[in-house]
């Protein structure tokens, strides 16, 4: 009569460190999770942190080269006598330019920010999905639960035939 109690006990045991080991390896991959979540925002705020730098480079540089061509433009109107209309009409032309390519490098480090801020939602909803993985993969309490009770039940029903079968072999076969 012991060994259905010993058969529980184990099973017991069993379905217990299944449920402990379970919940580790979700308290586990929700961790490495949350460091690689961490990790991609981290690089992504690197990048654009970069990006932000070379756009203020890029916009220094034209505004620079706008100031040289403005320059170079005057000195050939004033070398030449021809002030005016012209050359003011070239000034202006520069200024224009200028002012295209600035807002276009703007749009361009908007647009990558944006793009950024994609990326770290999707860093985060990847995350969220492994989580949920793990833990939809790991057992529940009521799965133990029912696990034990299952092994309890045929342990029991196993003992009941054996003490059966032995109460009709001491009988003579009745």
């Keep these: 009569m012991c060994e259905p109690t010993i058969v529980m006990a ?17 308290a586990n991959q929700a ?6 979540t961490r990790l991609g925002y981290e690089q ?8 932000n730098e070379q756009a203020a480079v890029d916009k220094t540089e034209r505004i620079k080269q706008g100031l040289l061509e403005r320059a170079k433009t005057s000195t050939i109107a004033g070398e030449s006598g021809a002030l005016g209309i012209s050359s003011d009409r070239l000034v202006l032309d520069s200024f224009m330019q200028e002012g295209t390519d600035i807002a276009t490098l703007e749009k361009n480090r908007l647009n990558q920010e944006k793009q950024s801020s994609y990326n770290n939602q999707q860093l985060e909803m990847g995350g969220n999905n492994a989580n949920r993985a793990a833990a939809s993969s790991a057992p529940s309490l009521l ?12 342990a029991k029903a196993k003992a009941k035939e054996a003490a059966k079968a032995k109460a009709i072999a001491k009988g003579g076969g009745k």
């Excluded at 961790?31 to 690689?36: S, V």
């Design 10 to 26: 184990i099973s017991a045991a069993s379905a217990g460190l299944s449920y402990i080991e379970g919940q580790q390896n979700i």
């Design 31 to 36: 961790e490495a999770t949350n460091n690689a």
């Design 44 to 51: 992504e705020n690197e990048r654009l942190s970069q990006v």
């Design 143 to 154: 799965a133990t639960g029912l696990s034990i009770g299952g092994t309890a039940y045929a």
